[in-house]
C-alpha cells in the first residue's frame, strides 16, 4: 500500500505493523518509518503526535488501513468462527474516530458489506464524523496487474470543497504474464539467480519434480499425469483442480497468496520451467519495482508478498486522493 501510495504522490512517512521481519523491507524501499506494533496497541494521541511532528498546517492528513483479510474470506468462514483478527477493522474505526484525519483509506476482502457488523460499525463512525465516503469493489486487472485479485476498499473525506471519487480512477490496459516476467533468466529449482538474490525458486522433492515435469507446458494441470503421481484425495474426486498446475504466458496469474512459492498450494507453476514461481516473480506479478528489495526468511519474504496490496492498484486508488486537492 505504501509503495503505491508513494508513486501516486502521497508523503507517507510511517506505517504500523506487528509483524517485526517487515521492518527492514518497509524502511530500505519507502523511506519511512515502521512502528512494530499491533493496531490494538495504538493510541489516537500517539498518531495525534506523529501528525504533529512529520506535517503542517497547510498539510492534508490520511490515515490507511489494512486490515487482515483472512478472517473475513470465503474459506475462512468453513472454519472456526471465533477470530481475534476480525475485531482489527474495530480498532482501526476507534484510531480514526480519535484522530478524524482529512482522508481515510480502508482496504479489504470484497464480500465485505453492511452486513458484517464491523463493517458497518465503521461506516456508521465516518457518517457520525462528518466524513462522505464511497466503497467500491476493484479487480487488479483493471489496474495494470497481471492477476484476478478483487479488493474492496473505501476511500472518505471530511473537507466538504473536495470531491473524492473513485470515476477519477484511471482504468489501463490488460496485462498478461508474459509481459511480467518472461524477461528473467531461466533458473531451476534447485539453481537460483547469480544476478538476483531474489530471483530463486523453492527445491523440489523428487515425485514433484516428476509431477510438474509431466504437466504440460504453458497452463498445464494435473489431468494429464499417470496414475502413480496422482494424489490418494485427487485420484477418485476432482477437487482443487489448480493444485499442482502451470501458469500461462497469455494469461493472468492465479492470485498471489504467501504460499505461492510452493508447487502444490495452487496454480504457481512457472509456464515453461520445471518449478514454482521465484520470489521475484512473485514480487513482479504484485507491480513491486524490479529493484524492490526484501527482506528475512524465505518464509517470510513470501508471506510479505503475499499479504501486499498490488503496487499499481495501490497506487490508482492513490490518485484519486491526488486528483481531488489539485
Same mark, same amino acid.
Given at each position: ?45 500517539? $498518531? %495525534? /503526535? ?17 486490515? *487482515?483479510?483472512? *478472517?473475513?474470506?470465503? $474459506? ?19 484510531? $480514526? ?22 463493517? #458497518? ?10 466524513? @462522505? ?52 533468466? *531461466? ?19 523428487? %515425485? ?58 495452487? @496454480? ?12 521475484? /516473480? ?5 507491480? #513491486? ?20 496490496? *498490488? ?13 481531488? $486537492?489539485?
Amino acid at each position: 500500500m505504501t509503495k503505491g501510495l508513494q508513486l501516486a504522490g502521497i508523503d507517507v512517512f510511517a506505517g504500523v505493523d506487528f509483524e517485526p521481519s517487515c521492518k527492514d523491507t518497509y524502511e530500505k524501499n519507502n523511506g519511512a518509518m515502521f512502528i512494530n506494533k499491533s493496531i490494538v496497541e495504538i493510541t489516537a494521541k500517539e $498518531i %495525534i /503526535e506523529l501528525f504533529k511532528r512529520n506535517t503542517t498546517k497547510n498539510d492534508y492528513t490520511m490515515l490507511a488501513g489494512c486490515a *487482515p483479510c483472512q *478472517p473475513y474470506s470465503m $474459506i475462512n468462514t468453513r472454519k472456526k468462527q471465533n477470530d481475534d483478527r476480525k475485531t482489527l477493522l474495530d480498532e482501526f474505526r476507534r484510531v $480514526i474516530n480519535g484522530v478524524k484525519p482529512h482522508f481515510v483509506l480502508m482496504e479489504n476482502v470484497s464480500r465485505l458489506n453492511e452486513e458484517n457488523p464491523y463493517f #458497518f460499525n465503521f461506516i456508521d463512525m465516518l457518517d457520525k464524523n462528518g466524513y @462522505r465516503y464511497e466503497y467500491k469493489v476493484l479487480n487488479a486487472k483493471d489496474y495494470g496487474v497481471a492477476q484476478n485479485r478483487k479488493r474492496l476498499f473505501l476511500i472518505a473525506t471530511r473537507i466538504k470543497k473536495i470531491n473524492l471519487s473513485f470515476d477519477n480512477i484511471q482504468t489501463k490496459q490488460t496485462v498478461i504474464l508474459k509481459d511480467v516476467i518472461s524477461h528473467l533468466e *531461466p533458473i531451476g529449482h534447485n539453481q537460483p539467480s547469480k544476478h538476483d538474490n531474489l530471483h530463486k525458486a523453492k527445491e523440489l522433492n523428487e %515425485i514433484n519434480l516428476k509431477r510438474i515435469q509431466s504437466t504440460p507446458l504453458d497452463g498445464g494441470l494435473r489431468a494429464d499425469w499417470s496414475d502413480d503421481l496422482k494424489l490418494d484425495c485427487h485420484k477418485n474426486k476432482q477437487v482443487f483442480l489448480d493444485n499442482y498446475g502451470r501458469l500461462a504466458w497469455d494469461k493472468l496469474s492465479s492470485t498471489i497468496t504467501t504460499k505461492f512459492n510452493q508447487y502444490y498450494s495452487g @496454480r504457481f507453476g512457472h509456464p515453461e520451467q520445471d518449478r514454482a514461481l521465484s520470489l521475484r /516473480e512473485g514480487a513482479l506479478i504484485q507491480t #513491486f519495482p524490479e529493484n524492490y528489495q526484501f527482506y528475512g526468511t524465505d518464509y517470510q519474504i513470501a508471506r510479505q508478498i503475499g499479504n501486499a496490496v *498490488p503496487v499499481n492498484l495501490s497506487k490508482a486508488v492513490g490518485e484519486a486522493f491526488v486528483s481531488a $486537492i489539485t
